[in-house]
């Protein structure tokens, strides 16, 4: 049998870095190697690349970086090209049949690394560059979202020359527009990265700031008193919905801490939610993927008021977190896909697209 050779990504510049490298570690142990060849390409925080060979336990906590036989690599821009790897005397090309981008956020994430594969002619697992780029910013997936009629929390977009201008027109607005508490969010970050959740006037400056590190576009949002719930898509054009899955967060939201560090929150998978409201969860997650263009997979976060059980959607990941333990595995699991299954799906889906 012909196995396909994969180009691996990990690592990258964006502060999602470190979460990286756990999805290509659990991607690397899992993947099915009877059917795929993996040139993992490692990208330090830097940017630079290079081919590893080393021990796949030596990615997760980024000792791979200081392995003795690296060779810088990168993937061709020109059509069918593949990577070249620079050996000691020599540019070797490498056949690639497909790039596995295991990246999260800017430059992995974002459509940058999809473009360059649209450039190179080469199949990439997941959404390709427009679908990407606008799933990774959240006020232009809220405009396709507002498209379809689906509630969201009421936001503000606050620009980082509009705030250094002048802050106190900025703080006003949200305090005219808004009650405490609100969620302060860059608008382009994964991970709850730079989010915070203002309580008060006076923290709300410093949180804007906060996240105005991250990126230069912000968004101001309502809060909404809500149960967290995630669904799963996969597929291309007759995706795959997932059950829904509850996190119970050990903070007061789902911090970047929660998810990857301190392991307290708490995922239940089906979630504890009417039948109605998980199928209408499912179809509007669907109906989300679709509008985005996304391919490959998706995560997609609502909220369900505490309350009310009214339906609000949060936002759509092109490429979640992907460990074996990650929600977005986990909830296909639950349906009977394993881990190296939807690997191997997600591959086949790219090379068919």
């Given at each position: ?22 999805t ?29 060979e ?9 000792s ?41 956020g ?16 080469l ?10 780029a ?38 006003k ?17 994964g ?13 709300l ?9 991250y990126?230069s ?56 939610i ?19 263009g996304?391919?490959?997979?998706s995560r ?26 990650s ?5 296909f699991?639950y ?19």
């Amino acid at each position: 049998m012909h196995k396909l050779k994969i180009c691996l990504l990990f690592g990258g510049v964006s502060p999602e870095h470190d979460v990286s490298l756990q999805t290509a570690t659990s991607i690397l142990k899992n993947i099915d190697r009877e059917q795929f060849d993996v040139l993992p390409v490692g990208i330090t925080s830097s940017g630079k690349w290079f081919l590893y060979e080393g021990p796949v336990n030596d990615i997760e906590d980024n000792s791979w970086e200081n392995y003795p036989y690296l060779k810088p690599a990168f993937i061709s821009p020109v059509a069918n090209e593949g990577l070249l790897v620079f050996e000691a005397e020599c540019i070797k090309k490498e056949r690639i049949d497909c790039v596995f981008p295991a990246l999260h956020g800017k430059d992995g994430e974002d459509g940058s690394i999809q473009g360059l594969c649209q450039l190179a002619n080469l199949p990439c697992v997941g959404s390709l560059l427009t679908a990407s780029a606008v799933s990774m910013d959240k006020s232009m997936t809220k405009a396709v979202v507002n498209g379809l009629g689906i509630r969201q929390a009421d936001f503000i977009l606050v620009l980082e020359s509009e705030f250094s201008r002048h802050p106190e027109k900025i703080v006003k607005r949200v305090v005219d527009h808004f009650d405490f508490p609100v969620f302060v969010k860059p608008a382009g970050t994964g991970s709850s990265v730079g989010i915070s959740k203002v309580k008060s006037e006076g923290e709300l400056e410093s949180a804007i700031m906060l996240a105005f590190e991250y990126d230069s576009r912000v968004l101001i949002e309502e809060f909404f008193n809500g149960r967290e719930i995630e669904v799963a898509v996969l597929g291309n054009d007759d995706p795959l919905v997932s059950v829904c899955g509850e996190i119970v967060p050990g903070d007061e939201f789902y911090t970047y801490d929660d998810k990857y560090i301190n392991g307290v929150s708490v995922a239940h998978i089906p979630a504890d939610i009417p039948q109605e409201t998980s199928d209408n969860i499912r179809e509007a997650a669907r109906r989300i993927y679709e509008a985005n263009g996304c391919a490959g997979l998706s995560r997609v976060d609502f909220f369900v008021h505490k309350h009310t059980g009214e339906i609000c959607f949060n936002e759509i990941n092109t490429l979640p977190g992907f460990t074996d333990i990650s929600m977005y595995p986990k909830l296909f699991i639950y349906g009977g896909i394993s881990y190296p299954e939807i690997i191997t799906r997600l591959i086949h889906l790219a090379v068919k697209a």
